[in-house]
Protein backbone atom coordinates (compact mmCIF):
# COMPACT_ATOMS: atom_id res chain seq x y z
CA UNK A 1 0.00 0.00 0.00
CA UNK A 2 1.60 3.51 -0.98
CA UNK A 3 0.63 6.50 1.55
CA UNK A 4 0.84 10.35 1.16
CA UNK A 5 1.24 12.22 3.65
CA UNK A 6 0.27 16.19 4.33
CA UNK A 7 1.33 18.86 7.09
CA UNK A 8 -1.53 21.07 7.61
CA UNK A 9 0.81 24.16 6.31
CA UNK A 10 1.65 22.23 2.63
CA UNK A 11 -1.10 22.06 -0.53
CA UNK A 12 -0.11 18.57 -2.04
CA UNK A 13 0.11 15.13 -1.16
CA UNK A 14 3.59 13.45 -1.13
CA UNK A 15 4.24 9.70 -1.22
CA UNK A 16 6.04 8.47 1.59
CA UNK A 17 8.31 5.32 2.15
CA UNK A 18 7.95 3.43 5.45
CA UNK A 19 10.88 4.69 7.30
CA UNK A 20 10.05 8.41 6.80
CA UNK A 21 6.15 7.80 7.85
CA UNK A 22 7.85 6.46 10.81
CA UNK A 23 10.23 9.78 11.36
CA UNK A 24 7.24 11.38 11.08
CA UNK A 25 5.30 9.88 14.11
CA UNK A 26 7.89 9.62 16.33
CA UNK A 27 8.13 13.95 15.19
CA UNK A 28 4.39 14.04 16.21
CA UNK A 29 3.75 11.71 18.93
CA UNK A 30 7.28 11.87 20.75
CA UNK A 31 8.26 8.44 22.56
CA UNK A 32 4.76 6.67 22.06
CA UNK A 33 4.48 3.34 20.31
CA UNK A 34 5.65 4.49 16.30
CA UNK A 35 5.28 0.86 15.08
CA UNK A 36 1.82 0.36 16.69
CA UNK A 37 0.91 3.75 15.80
CA UNK A 38 2.02 3.06 11.96
CA UNK A 39 0.31 -0.02 12.09
CA UNK A 40 -3.33 2.02 13.47
CA UNK A 41 -2.92 4.28 10.49
CA UNK A 42 -2.15 1.66 8.39
CA UNK A 43 -5.38 0.19 9.09
CA UNK A 44 -7.54 3.04 9.16
CA UNK A 45 -6.44 4.24 5.59
CA UNK A 46 -6.84 1.07 4.16
CA UNK A 47 -10.60 1.31 4.43
CA UNK A 48 -10.30 4.93 2.60
CA UNK A 49 -10.02 7.47 5.40
CA UNK A 50 -7.51 10.00 6.39
CA UNK A 51 -6.57 10.34 9.17
CA UNK A 52 -4.57 13.32 11.17
CA UNK A 53 -1.65 12.70 13.99
CA UNK A 54 -0.20 16.24 14.95
CA UNK A 55 -0.39 18.43 12.13
CA UNK A 56 -0.39 15.67 9.50
CA UNK A 57 -2.73 14.14 7.56
CA UNK A 58 -1.87 10.28 6.50
CA UNK A 59 -4.15 8.40 3.11
CA UNK A 60 -3.63 5.75 0.63
CA UNK A 61 -2.68 7.01 -2.71
CA UNK A 62 -5.28 8.18 -5.11
CA UNK A 63 -5.77 5.88 -7.66
CA UNK A 64 -5.45 9.08 -10.22
CA UNK A 65 -2.39 10.12 -8.95
CA UNK A 66 -0.27 7.01 -9.44
Known amino acids: MQIQTRYNYEKKWTLTDENEL ?13 QG ?3 Y ?3 V ?3 GKEITIGSCKFRKQQAQEK
Do not use: F, H, Q
Not at 28 to 34: Q, R
Open 41 to 43: VKE
Open 37 to 39: TLR
Open 22 to 34: LKIIEEEIGDADV
Open 45 to 47: ISK
